[in-house]
């Protein structure tokens, strides 16, 4: 995997430094306990109790009063407007974003403009993000042409560009053929292929979740079966293929279904949701506030709930922010005709928070879905806290509380569904490779 010139550069110029009086979390080892560790060239030199208090000589020192110092965040599902649509988003722009909630790796999804289908596009957001970015940043490159859902691309070439795995976006894959052929075609390759459980027929003039919300509220609802109709029959390809398939955002029980008997059947198969769907539900629309309108859209209550205990189980492996900017001319319409979409960057990690204080799921279990469970799905070595492993880290305050004003987030869009809500959880210090890209508050906005 090609490693971008700032990164490998900082990993050679960060000061060595001590991160002393932390509370230490890895969800790989399970560590959980007071201590401190190490950074040198960029990865973690040392790590343990041993260094809750004294720092060896010569080294920088960070003093992390007592707040919690874990992996930095990996979001698996980021769109993003360059190029094609820099006034939603550039790479510069979601990366500050990104950097100020704890993710210190992107993974960008192909809708943009054009689509990234070809070798070049590849190497032009690799080359951006090394000019630009200051987080990691991963590309997935398109399945088939243009998102087009009819003409597979050359996945192989793709990969060895960079592609670390391949999805249509926002767009499923219609036809039975092309999608047998992508897994046929990937598993030669040990490809992941990520697909968008919606079907577009049944989806097509929907603009909420199907039920009682949508009747009482006029619009037009797509049903759970959509989605579940999609993820069967992939699962069934799966099972004739081999192929490695991740659904990318999960919505509803009748999928969990689905995804359990697919697992308990040892296939490739797994999937992650939005934390939209973790922590809203369609009546959070309310009087057809558009910052809420989504794709797959917020479910009831009832499946919001069972997205989380899949977390808490283990049944749903990652949670994405499903960061889609939208600017205020595509989102300021009619419900309807509103752009779907909401950011979700910059808010992912006290939003997760959520599932810990509210819904009562374990700390780690929460920061395993956002650190090495993707880390190991799409093949990165970042995600743990170990000796060796690269320094890129966050430390948490996670009894503060903040209340999100879009005005000061990092994003060039708006759109936040979280706007004016009370969060609980503030990133203090996000360190990539070494180096710190984020410091609270001397970079907040104000």
Not at 75 to 95: C, I, N, W, Y
Not at 271 to 285: M, P, Y
Not at 413 to 437: H, I
Request: aromatic residues 4%; charged residues 25%.
């Amino acid at each position: 995997m090609t490693k971008s010139a700032a990164t490998a550069t900082a990993e050679h110029s960060a000061t060595p430094t001590a991160y002393i009086n932390a509370h230490l979390i890895d969800p790989e080892s399970g560590r959980d306990e007071p201590g401190g560790i190490v950074v040198r060239d960029g990865r973690i030199e040392d790590i343990g109790e041993h260094l809750r208090r004294n720092a060896p000589s010569g080294l920088d020192v960070v003093d992390c009063g007592g707040n919690i110092l874990c992996p930095g965040l990996i979001d698996a599902q980021v769109f993003t407007g360059e190029p094609g649509s820099e006034h939603r988003e550039t790479l510069k722009t979601a990366s500050k974003a990104a950097a100020a909630g704890g993710v210190t790796s992107i993974i960008v999804m192909p809708d943009t403009d054009p689509v990234i289908d070809q070798v070049s596009l590849v190497d032009f957001i690799q080359r951006r993000a090394r000019d630009n970015a200051i987080v990691r940043v991963y590309t997935m490159a398109a399945t088939t042409r243009d998102l087009g859902g009819e003409e597979m691309t050359e996945i192989g070439l793709l990969q060895r560009a960079g592609a670390i795995a391949f999805s249509n976006g926002k767009s499923s894959i219609a036809n039975t053929r092309v999608m047998r052929n992508i897994l046929n075609y990937a598993k030669d390759h040990d490809a992941l292929i990520v697909h968008h459980t919606e079907d577009p027929y049944l989806s097509k003039t929907g603009t909420m979740n199907s039920g009682e919300v949508a009747a009482r509220l006029g619009l037009s609802g797509v049903s759970r079966i959509a989605e579940t109709i999609v993820l069967e029959r992939d699962v069934r390809l799966v099972e004739m293929t081999g192929g490695r398939y991740h659904a990318a955002t999960i919505t509803c029980k009748e999928s969990l279904d689905v995804i359990r008997q697919a697992k308990d059947n040892n296939l490739p198969v797994t999937c992650g949701v939005s934390i939209n769907h973790l922590t809203l539900n369609e009546n959070d629309i309310g009087s057809y506030r558009t910052f809420f309108k989504v794709r797959p859209p917020l479910r009831s209550e009832e499946d919001r709930a069972a997205m989380v205990r899949a977390i808490d189980d283990g049944d749903i492996d990652i949670i994405v922010s499903s960061h889609d900017p939208q600017d205020t001319d595509d989102k300021r319409r009619p419900f309807a005709e509103a752009a779907d979409g909401a950011i979700g960057l910059e808010t992912l990690l006290s939003c997760a928070l959520r599932l810990h204080y509210t819904d009562g799921v374990a700390l780690t279990t929460v920061l395993k879905a956002l650190t090495i469970n993707p880390a190991r799905l799409f093949g990165l070595e970042a995600g743990r806290l170990a000796v060796g492993a690269p320094a890129d880290l966050i430390v948490f305050d996670a009894g503060e509380p903040w209340v999100v004003n879009k005005a000061l987030l990092h994003a060039r869009s708006k759109n936040t569904p979280f706007d004016e809500a009370k969060l609980q959880g503030r990133v203090k210090r996000t360190v990539v490779a070494g180096v710190p890209v984020y410091r609270y508050p001397d970079d907040a906005r104000s």
